[in-house]
Protein backbone atom coordinates (compact mmCIF):
# COMPACT_ATOMS: atom_id res chain seq x y z
CA UNK A 1 0.00 0.00 0.00
CA UNK A 2 1.64 3.47 -1.42
CA UNK A 3 0.51 6.58 0.89
CA UNK A 4 0.84 10.24 0.26
CA UNK A 5 -0.67 12.45 2.86
CA UNK A 6 2.05 15.72 2.39
CA UNK A 7 -0.66 17.08 0.35
CA UNK A 8 -3.95 15.62 -0.78
CA UNK A 9 -4.33 11.87 0.88
CA UNK A 10 -3.86 9.27 -1.51
CA UNK A 11 -3.80 5.98 -0.41
CA UNK A 12 -3.37 3.39 -3.44
CA UNK A 13 -3.45 -0.42 -3.22
CA UNK A 14 -2.18 -2.57 -6.18
CA UNK A 15 -1.92 1.49 -8.10
CA UNK A 16 -5.92 1.51 -7.16
CA UNK A 17 -6.99 4.57 -5.19
CA UNK A 18 -8.85 3.27 -2.13
CA UNK A 19 -8.96 6.91 -1.82
CA UNK A 20 -13.55 7.45 -0.50
CA UNK A 21 -15.27 10.34 -1.77
CA UNK A 22 -17.51 10.61 1.48
CA UNK A 23 -15.98 13.30 4.07
CA UNK A 24 -16.27 11.02 7.22
CA UNK A 25 -14.97 7.84 5.82
CA UNK A 26 -11.87 10.12 4.20
CA UNK A 27 -11.24 11.10 7.72
CA UNK A 28 -11.13 7.36 9.06
CA UNK A 29 -8.90 6.87 6.21
CA UNK A 30 -6.41 9.62 7.02
CA UNK A 31 -5.96 9.36 10.31
CA UNK A 32 -5.47 5.16 9.76
CA UNK A 33 -2.71 6.32 7.19
CA UNK A 34 -0.99 8.95 9.75
CA UNK A 35 -0.47 6.11 11.72
CA UNK A 36 0.40 3.49 8.58
CA UNK A 37 1.20 0.09 10.70
CA UNK A 38 -0.14 0.87 14.23
CA UNK A 39 -3.05 0.53 16.35
CA UNK A 40 -5.35 3.37 15.95
CA UNK A 41 -7.47 3.29 19.00
CA UNK A 42 -11.81 3.02 18.26
CA UNK A 43 -11.70 5.89 20.79
CA UNK A 44 -9.44 8.30 18.95
CA UNK A 45 -11.67 7.72 16.07
CA UNK A 46 -14.40 8.74 17.53
CA UNK A 47 -12.82 11.86 19.15
CA UNK A 48 -11.64 12.73 15.24
CA UNK A 49 -15.19 11.84 14.22
CA UNK A 50 -17.11 13.51 16.42
CA UNK A 51 -15.22 15.83 19.01
CA UNK A 52 -15.73 15.10 22.70
CA UNK A 53 -19.56 14.62 22.23
CA UNK A 54 -20.26 11.80 19.67
CA UNK A 55 -23.33 10.39 18.68
CA UNK A 56 -24.71 7.00 21.04
CA UNK A 57 -24.25 5.28 17.62
CA UNK A 58 -20.81 6.15 17.12
CA UNK A 59 -18.74 2.58 17.05
CA UNK A 60 -21.26 1.30 15.06
CA UNK A 61 -21.52 4.16 12.42
CA UNK A 62 -17.38 4.13 12.67
CA UNK A 63 -17.79 0.16 12.00
CA UNK A 64 -20.00 0.98 8.87
CA UNK A 65 -16.76 3.27 7.75
CA UNK A 66 -14.50 0.76 8.19
CA UNK A 67 -16.62 -1.65 5.98
CA UNK A 68 -16.40 0.53 3.46
CA UNK A 69 -13.02 0.90 3.42
CA UNK A 70 -12.34 -2.69 3.03
CA UNK A 71 -14.79 -2.67 -0.30
CA UNK A 72 -12.86 -0.48 -1.76
CA UNK A 73 -9.82 -2.20 -0.68
CA UNK A 74 -11.49 -5.66 -2.22
CA UNK A 75 -12.22 -3.50 -5.56
CA UNK A 76 -8.18 -2.78 -5.43
CA UNK A 77 -7.42 -6.70 -4.57
CA UNK A 78 -9.23 -7.74 -7.55
CA UNK A 79 -6.74 -6.57 -9.98
CA UNK A 80 -4.10 -8.82 -7.80
CA UNK A 81 -3.52 -12.30 -8.98
CA UNK A 82 -0.68 -13.95 -6.98
CA UNK A 83 -1.28 -13.22 -3.93
CA UNK A 84 -4.02 -14.36 -1.29
CA UNK A 85 -4.52 -11.09 0.83
CA UNK A 86 -7.76 -10.18 1.46
CA UNK A 87 -8.89 -6.39 2.84
CA UNK A 88 -9.07 -7.27 6.68
CA UNK A 89 -5.36 -8.41 5.86
CA UNK A 90 -4.79 -4.59 5.12
CA UNK A 91 -7.23 -3.22 7.40
CA UNK A 92 -6.91 -5.13 10.25
CA UNK A 93 -9.20 -5.15 13.29
CA UNK A 94 -7.03 -5.37 16.50
CA UNK A 95 -8.15 -5.58 19.98
CA UNK A 96 -8.74 -2.22 20.92
CA UNK A 97 -8.76 -0.41 17.06
CA UNK A 98 -8.03 -0.82 14.12
CA UNK A 99 -4.27 -0.89 11.89
CA UNK A 100 -3.48 -0.20 8.14
CA UNK A 101 -0.54 -2.40 6.91
CA UNK A 102 1.60 -0.80 4.23
CA UNK A 103 3.35 -3.99 4.00
CA UNK A 104 6.42 -2.90 2.74
CA UNK A 105 4.86 0.08 1.21
CA UNK A 106 5.86 3.49 0.23
CA UNK A 107 4.36 6.21 2.95
CA UNK A 108 5.33 9.72 1.95
CA UNK A 109 6.09 11.39 5.44
CA UNK A 110 8.72 8.55 6.41
CA UNK A 111 10.39 9.25 3.41
CA UNK A 112 10.27 12.86 4.25
CA UNK A 113 11.55 11.97 7.70
CA UNK A 114 14.32 9.84 6.22
CA UNK A 115 15.57 12.24 3.36
CA UNK A 116 15.26 15.10 5.73
CA UNK A 117 17.57 13.57 8.47
CA UNK A 118 20.28 13.26 5.58
CA UNK A 119 20.31 16.86 5.10
CA UNK A 120 20.49 16.93 9.04
CA UNK A 121 23.70 15.22 9.33
CA UNK A 122 24.86 17.03 6.13
CA UNK A 123 24.64 20.17 7.71
CA UNK A 124 26.23 18.98 11.33
CA UNK A 125 29.19 17.82 9.09
CA UNK A 126 29.05 21.00 7.65
CA UNK A 127 28.73 19.75 3.82
CA UNK A 128 26.75 22.42 3.11
CA UNK A 129 26.15 21.85 -0.50
CA UNK A 130 25.19 17.82 0.15
CA UNK A 131 22.71 19.43 3.00
CA UNK A 132 21.37 21.83 0.21
CA UNK A 133 20.67 18.74 -1.98
CA UNK A 134 19.64 16.06 0.19
CA UNK A 135 16.68 18.74 2.15
CA UNK A 136 15.67 20.28 -1.49
CA UNK A 137 15.19 16.75 -2.15
CA UNK A 138 13.00 16.16 1.31
CA UNK A 139 10.84 19.05 0.25
CA UNK A 140 9.98 18.16 -3.08
CA UNK A 141 7.94 15.37 -1.74
CA UNK A 142 5.54 18.53 -0.64
CA UNK A 143 2.81 19.13 -2.66
CA UNK A 144 0.78 21.04 -0.29
CA UNK A 145 -0.57 21.58 3.10
CA UNK A 146 -0.58 18.20 4.66
CA UNK A 147 -4.11 16.77 3.96
CA UNK A 148 -5.41 19.77 2.27
CA UNK A 149 -8.53 17.70 0.96
CA UNK A 150 -9.60 16.19 4.12
CA UNK A 151 -12.20 17.74 6.91
CA UNK A 152 -10.24 17.62 9.99
CA UNK A 153 -11.24 17.06 13.98
CA UNK A 154 -8.66 18.04 16.69
CA UNK A 155 -6.48 14.76 15.80
CA UNK A 156 -6.00 15.05 12.15
CA UNK A 157 -5.00 18.91 12.66
CA UNK A 158 -2.57 18.48 15.45
CA UNK A 159 -1.08 15.78 12.88
CA UNK A 160 -0.95 18.32 10.24
CA UNK A 161 0.31 21.15 12.06
CA UNK A 162 2.91 18.43 13.59
CA UNK A 163 3.92 17.72 9.47
CA UNK A 164 4.28 21.57 8.83
CA UNK A 165 6.83 21.90 11.40
CA UNK A 166 8.19 19.65 10.52
CA UNK A 167 8.71 21.38 6.74
CA UNK A 168 9.05 24.78 8.30
CA UNK A 169 12.52 23.11 9.88
CA UNK A 170 14.00 21.32 6.46
CA UNK A 171 13.05 24.79 4.83
CA UNK A 172 14.64 26.80 7.42
CA UNK A 173 17.66 24.30 7.18
CA UNK A 174 17.89 24.38 3.65
CA UNK A 175 17.93 28.08 3.16
CA UNK A 176 20.30 28.31 5.87
CA UNK A 177 22.68 25.91 3.68
CA UNK A 178 22.07 28.16 0.66
CA UNK A 179 23.27 31.02 2.11
CA UNK A 180 26.56 29.45 3.42
CA UNK A 181 27.08 28.54 -0.10
CA UNK A 182 26.52 32.17 -0.75
CA UNK A 183 23.18 31.96 -2.59
CA UNK A 184 22.02 35.08 -1.28
CA UNK A 185 20.89 36.84 -4.65
CA UNK A 186 19.00 33.03 -5.53
CA UNK A 187 16.99 33.06 -2.89
CA UNK A 188 16.13 36.91 -2.82
CA UNK A 189 12.80 35.64 -4.98
CA UNK A 190 11.61 32.93 -2.40
CA UNK A 191 12.40 34.55 0.95
CA UNK A 192 10.32 37.89 -0.31
CA UNK A 193 7.03 35.13 -0.23
CA UNK A 194 8.25 33.21 2.60
CA UNK A 195 8.17 36.33 5.06
CA UNK A 196 4.94 37.30 3.41
CA UNK A 197 3.87 33.90 4.31
CA UNK A 198 4.87 33.50 7.55
CA UNK A 199 4.85 36.90 9.19
CA UNK A 200 5.87 36.16 12.41
CA UNK A 201 8.93 33.66 11.63
CA UNK A 202 12.07 35.32 12.43
CA UNK A 203 14.19 32.93 11.48
CA UNK A 204 12.92 33.28 7.84
CA UNK A 205 12.72 37.02 8.08
CA UNK A 206 16.56 36.71 9.51
CA UNK A 207 17.57 34.77 6.43
CA UNK A 208 16.13 37.19 4.56
CA UNK A 209 18.07 40.59 6.17
CA UNK A 210 20.58 38.29 5.70
CA UNK A 211 20.68 37.75 1.93
CA UNK A 212 19.27 41.11 1.46
CA UNK A 213 22.36 42.81 3.13
CA UNK A 214 24.63 40.22 1.62
CA UNK A 215 23.79 41.34 -1.58
CA UNK A 216 23.89 45.23 -1.11
CA UNK A 217 20.56 46.21 -0.05
CA UNK A 218 21.47 47.29 3.58
CA UNK A 219 18.55 49.45 3.55
CA UNK A 220 16.27 46.76 2.34
CA UNK A 221 16.98 44.25 5.02
CA UNK A 222 16.82 46.96 8.12
CA UNK A 223 13.38 47.73 6.32
CA UNK A 224 12.43 43.93 7.07
CA UNK A 225 13.55 43.84 10.40
CA UNK A 226 11.27 47.03 11.28
CA UNK A 227 8.47 45.46 9.59
CA UNK A 228 8.17 41.97 12.09
CA UNK A 229 8.88 44.30 14.67
CA UNK A 230 5.97 46.41 14.59
CA UNK A 231 4.16 42.70 13.85
CA UNK A 232 5.06 41.36 16.82
CA UNK A 233 4.72 44.61 19.05
CA UNK A 234 1.15 44.68 17.09
CA UNK A 235 -0.37 40.98 17.55
CA UNK A 236 1.86 39.45 20.64
CA UNK A 237 3.38 42.12 22.40
CA UNK A 238 6.45 40.70 21.98
CA UNK A 239 10.18 42.32 20.67
CA UNK A 240 12.25 40.42 18.05
CA UNK A 241 14.46 37.95 19.98
CA UNK A 242 17.85 39.09 21.20
CA UNK A 243 19.49 37.05 18.16
CA UNK A 244 17.33 39.11 15.40
CA UNK A 245 18.18 42.19 17.51
CA UNK A 246 22.30 41.33 17.43
CA UNK A 247 21.72 41.06 13.33
CA UNK A 248 19.68 43.90 13.15
CA UNK A 249 22.52 46.04 14.76
CA UNK A 250 25.12 44.28 13.01
CA UNK A 251 23.99 45.33 9.60
CA UNK A 252 23.03 48.87 10.85
CA UNK A 253 26.54 49.35 11.92
CA UNK A 254 28.42 47.44 9.03
CA UNK A 255 31.09 49.28 6.77
CA UNK A 256 30.03 48.43 3.26
CA UNK A 257 33.55 46.20 2.63
CA UNK A 258 32.74 44.54 6.31
CA UNK A 259 31.91 41.11 6.46
CA UNK A 260 28.02 39.95 6.94
CA UNK A 261 26.29 39.04 9.62
CA UNK A 262 25.01 35.76 10.91
CA UNK A 263 21.31 34.99 10.82
CA UNK A 264 19.15 33.66 13.69
CA UNK A 265 20.14 29.61 14.12
CA UNK A 266 22.53 30.37 11.23
CA UNK A 267 25.14 28.18 13.28
CA UNK A 268 24.85 25.27 10.73
CA UNK A 269 22.67 23.26 12.79
CA UNK A 270 18.86 22.66 12.69
CA UNK A 271 16.54 24.31 15.22
CA UNK A 272 14.52 23.05 17.54
CA UNK A 273 11.67 24.63 16.22
CA UNK A 274 10.63 27.31 13.77
CA UNK A 275 11.37 30.81 15.93
CA UNK A 276 8.97 33.45 16.73
CA UNK A 277 6.18 31.28 16.59
CA UNK A 278 5.75 30.67 20.93
CA UNK A 279 4.78 33.28 22.66
CA UNK A 280 7.20 32.65 25.50
CA UNK A 281 10.29 32.06 22.92
CA UNK A 282 13.36 32.55 23.92
CA UNK A 283 15.69 35.45 23.97
CA UNK A 284 12.29 37.91 24.21
CA UNK A 285 10.72 40.42 26.21
CA UNK A 286 7.59 41.85 26.58
CA UNK A 287 6.73 45.35 25.18
CA UNK A 288 6.25 47.53 27.86
CA UNK A 289 2.54 48.16 28.59
CA UNK A 290 1.10 51.76 29.96
CA UNK A 291 -2.32 51.74 31.72
Given at each position: ???EV?GAL??R????????????PR??L?L????????VP??A???E??G???P???????????L??????A???????????????????VPGG?RLE??A??V?????????????RAM???D??G??????DA???????????I???????????????T?????D??I????????????L?????L??QY?M?????GQ??????RS????E???VY?R?RS??????G?E?SV?L???????????????AA??P????R??D??????P???????VA???
Open positions: MDILSVENGVSVVPTAPKQVALALHADQVVALVELWAKPRSARTTLQTYVQLRELIEALAHREDERCTPKDILATYTRGTDYREFERRAGAGYDAEYTAARRLALSLWSGPALTDQVGSLIDMEAKRLEERLCALQREADLRLGRHRELPELTVVNRHESLHFMLALHGRRGALDQLTLVSELLPASRLQRSILMARPDAPTANGNGRPAPAATANGKGRRPRTS
